[in-house]
């Protein structure tokens, strides 16, 4: 009989949460700012190591399509872990066993990402890079599909399926907050008399260190097989992956998921950007931003699980869209032309952002493991690494387009900083259309199938 989980082993679960959300916030937040630095970042001493520009048809960089080519390596193999993971028969359980072997080389090469060999532009620093960014998406696959699918395994009921998003989405902010710390720890280490570069380095390793630290606490303090006893699938992965997209609300729920990370991975690779080419700040403002929207979003925690109940999730989702909407809108318009103080705008990013941030930080996963859930019921199949390999082979999509556009928007007006504002407008016409999908998701059926098959269990 499997045991219903408390809330220490839902932290302990989280915590794993908390390294992989550093990791990725390493290379999503300060990828781009290392290889495609704006010009008065190259003045403050940043070094060039890849060709710069439109240099690929006159329209792609080389930064963008790498980044791209590895989100689109990474979303090919997430129906590939995911099946692996069904079908896994490993005594410690179909999930576990992945994150141990994923751990430690993810955490190592997220720093060798930023290890070109060469101090100056260089094809072989090119080849490097794009070979460490394949193998870094990969190792992310490896770990977090896995890893997600718990979900939906770990949690029983409604109410837990809630605690466990709750928490790890409190370690995700966490986690992505500590890599906003990032220019704060080098600035210490650069009035310290390091080099800039080697200063960025060595930051990078500190943090991938306790990053990998956390990835395997998971690991050892959780025996899957306590919370779940499922049958490993015996489906080939193309018909899993089939199936899966055979679900009509699923569909719906990528789709929409596909357009919201479209918009939030170009807002978010372009936030050091925003801060000081539009609002003029120095690049340190980007820490105390993030943080501060991290605090605020917090608060909000409580009051999304308490709305959720009684909203619905896709009634706040949609809620979450129209603030980010707002504030990706706003983005693009701020500067010192509006009339008031840049560090005002700064604030009013942060406080509109923390409460869709904090909504879009629970639920999704959750939504997920209701559709993963509805269809166990439905056809008696548990598929839940498909539906959550499924969900990030799609939307890493919409993550490899927005790379593809950021690193192309950005270098209009590079001086003038058109090219931002360009891309935090297209950012909140994506939210408008995430929203727009997201009212085809019928909840409704969802939920309702899933409480008369709990009460008749009981």
Not at 152 to 163: D, F, N, S, V, Y
Request: proline residues 4%.
């Amino acid at each position: 009989m499997t045991k219903s989980i408390t809330k220490g082993k839902m932290w302990c679960y989280a915590i794993g949460q908390l390294g992989w959300a550093l990791l990725s916030g390493i290379i999503g937040s300060w990828l781009v700012y290392f290889y495609q630095p704006a010009e008065n970042e190259v003045a403050a001493g940043m070094r060039l190591f890849i060709p710069q520009g439109r240099v690929i048809f006159g329209t792609l960089t080389i930064i963008g399509l790498i980044t791209a080519c590895g989100r689109l390596f990474d979303a090919v193999t997430d129906p590939l872990i995911g099946n692996w993971s069904d079908s896994c028969r490993a005594k410690q359980g179909r999930r576990i066993p992945f994150l141990k072997y994923a751990a430690v080389p993810f955490g190592i090469v997220t720093v060798l990402v930023f290890c070109a060999p060469l101090s100056r532009v260089s094809m072989l620093n090119t080849v490097w890079l794009f070979a460490t960014v394949l193998l870094y998406y990969f190792l992310i696959t490896c770990y977090c599909t896995p890893y997600t699918s718990l979900i939906a395994e770990l949690a029983h009921t409604q109410e837990e399926k809630l605690a466990i998003s709750t928490c790890i989405s409190l370690t995700f902010i966490v986690g992505t907050a500590f890599a906003y710390l990032a220019p704060v720890v080098w600035t210490a280490f650069i009035g310290a008399g390091l080099e800039r570069i080697f200063a960025m380095r060595l930051t990078f390793i500190i943090m991938a260190f306790a990053a990998t630290i956390c990835l395997l606490v998971p690991v050892f303090t959780i025996n899957e097989r306590d919370y779940c006893d499922a049958k490993p699938s015996d489906s080939a992965m193309l018909t899993s992956l089939l199936k899966t997209f055979k679900n009509k609300d699923f569909r719906v729920f990528v789709c929409q998921d596909v357009i919201y990370w479209l918009a939030l991975t170009m807002f978010q690779t372009g936030l050091p950007f925003f801060v000081t080419v539009i609002l003029k700040l120095p690049e340190s403002y980007a820490s105390p931003m993030f943080i501060g929207l991290t605090a605020l979003s917090l608060l909000f925690y409580p009051a999304v699980n308490i709305l959720a109940k009684k909203m619905g999730k896709k009634n706040l989702v949609l809620t979450a869209f129209a603030f980010f909407m707002s504030v990706f809108c706003f983005t693009g318009l701020c500067g010192p032309q509006l009339g008031i103080s840049t560090k005002i705008q700064a604030a009013l990013i942060v406080i509109v952002a923390s409460f869709p941030m904090a909504i879009f930080g629970i639920l999704p996963q959750t939504m997920v493991a209701d559709v993963a859930q509805y269809e166990t019921i439905k056809t008696g199949e548990n598929r839940a690494g498909m539906f959550y390999a499924a969900r990030t082979f799609a939307f890493k999509f919409g993550q490899s387009a927005a790379m593809l556009c950021f690193t192309s928007l950005a270098t209009i007006g590079s001086a003038s900083g058109a090219g931002y504002r360009i891309i935090a407008i297209t950012a909140s016409a994506c939210c408008a259309l995430g929203g727009i999908v997201l009212i085809k998701f019928n909840e409704k059926e969802i939920l309702g199938t899933i409480a008369l098959n709990e009460k008749a269990a009981d």
